[in-house]
């Protein structure tokens, strides 16, 4: 036995994490980078290439779980810097608001935001990106597409889970569908 003290309790093990997953919905963040103008205006959505849940490999939002005692702006802070490298430079209002609510199942019919390991909520925001972002962690690639290639059918085909239908959301919120 280890006279180490474990200190870090934001994490589980993989096996309590599994437990966990089969009883209790999991708490997410979804973010879609964006490049804005002087004006405000989305010019660029960032969509990164990643292996996904369900063995796939298409492009994605940024997204992942918070975790206990964190709060929701370090959550997209860490995830954008995990996915998008510590150049990306987010920016993030005083007070972060989501533009939606994403509920994703196991069973792919359910909302259509689809996970196969397990039911999560996810909050989703709109994150302009000011730096010079690089694919980091397990994202493959990342690329910025203009609203109107983003919300191309050639672009939706790519992705999987629901992040297409989260991707539109996001555009609508930000008027950049017609």
């Known amino acids: 036995m280890s006279d180490i003290t474990e200190t870090d309790t934001t994490w589980l093990s993989n096996s309590d994490l599994e437990t966990v997953r089969g009883r209790v919905p999991m708490v997410y963040v979804d973010a879609v980078p964006v490049r804005v103008d002087s ?29 206990f005692g964190e709060r929701i702006r370090h959550a997209l802070l860490r995830h954008v810097e995990k996915d998008l490298g510590p150049f990306a430079l987010p920016r993030l209002p005083a007070n972060p608001a989501p533009f939606t609510v994403a509920e994703y199942f196991p069973d792919p019919g359910v909302s259509g935001f689809h996970d196969p390991r397990q039911h999560a909520v996810s909050l989703a925001y709109v994150v302009p990106i000011d730096g010079e972002p690089e694919p980091a962690h397990d ?7 203009t609203p109107e290639e983003a919300d191309s059918d050639e672009v939706r085909a790519e992705m999987t889970g629901g992040h297409d239908r989260l991707l539109r959301l996001a555009l609508a919120h930000t008027g950049q569908l017609p």
């Open 39 to 67: 004006a405000g205006e989305v010019t660029h959505v960032g969509l990164l290439l990643r292996a996904m849940p369900d063995g796939t490999v298409s492009r994605a939002l940024v997204t992942g779980r918070v975790m």
């Open 139 to 145: 994202a493959l690639d990342l690329t910025w597409v």
